[in-house]
């Protein structure tokens, strides 16, 4: 995914900055069987990264088929935001309290990833907000396809989702993109059409 130039970045991929700027973004298909409990994410996707030469600031990884991606836009007079999802469920687990034992340490590759970028400047705390209303779509997305685990709580998303956003940098940057803003009504219908579109391809 090549965002033309470089913008401010904000998430936490496998790959590259939880804060800074980047204009390439790459994801990479994996096996459990690729990343054995001594091989570190990132010094494989790079070596893979090097090795396919495929330059890229922002790395994310993934179990799902990434052909099956889902990439949805929308926009008004004013901006446009664009979600693109990659969405495997392998690694399901949940936020609800269980019962049973503490989760397992384990970890899979099957992954939700979510890249939003929208054509207009956020600040710090914008950046963040968008962060929280992609993370509500996507879990939204997940509960009404009627996604459970097996002992019956609802899945929420993965014990390895990665979701980054993407804006311009500039000024006048907004300084906030909450659920009654025009900009957050899109970040959250877009994603969520995106993420119900790759978890229902994922087959």
């Known amino acids: 995914m090549d965002l033309g130039y470089r913008h401010q970045i904000a998430g936490w991929p496998i790959v590259g900055p939880s804060w800074g700027l980047a204009a390439t973004i790459a994801w990479l298909q994996v096996r459990d069987a690729d990343l054995p409990a001594d091989i570190s994410p990132e010094a494989y996707f790079q070596e893979r990264a090097r090795a396919d030469r495929v330059e890229a600031e922002i790395g994310l990884m993934t179990a799902a088929d990434i052909s099956n991606y889902a990439c949805e836009r929308a926009s008004n007079a004013a901006m446009e935001v664009t979600a693109l999802v990659t969405a495997g469920l392998t690694n399901g687990e949940s936020v609800q309290p269980s019962a049973a034992s503490p989760p397992s340490e384990q970890w899979h590759a099957g992954t939700v990833n ?50 980054v956003v993407a804006a311009p940098p500039g000024p006048h940057a907004l300084k906030h993109c909450g659920l009654h803003t025009a900009l957050g009504r899109l970040i959250g219908e877009t994603t969520y059409s995106a993420a119900r579109r790759a978890i229902v391809m994922r087959g």
């Not at 907000?129 to 609802?154: C, M």
């Open 114 to 163: 979510i890249v939003l970028h929208t054509s207009v400047p956020l600040n710090q705390a914008a950046m963040f907000e968008a962060i929280s209303i992609v993370a509500q779509a996507r879990t939204a997305a997940i509960i009404d396809l009627g996604i459970s685990l097996i002992d019956g709580r609802k899945l929420t998303g993965t014990g390895t989702d990665c979701i």
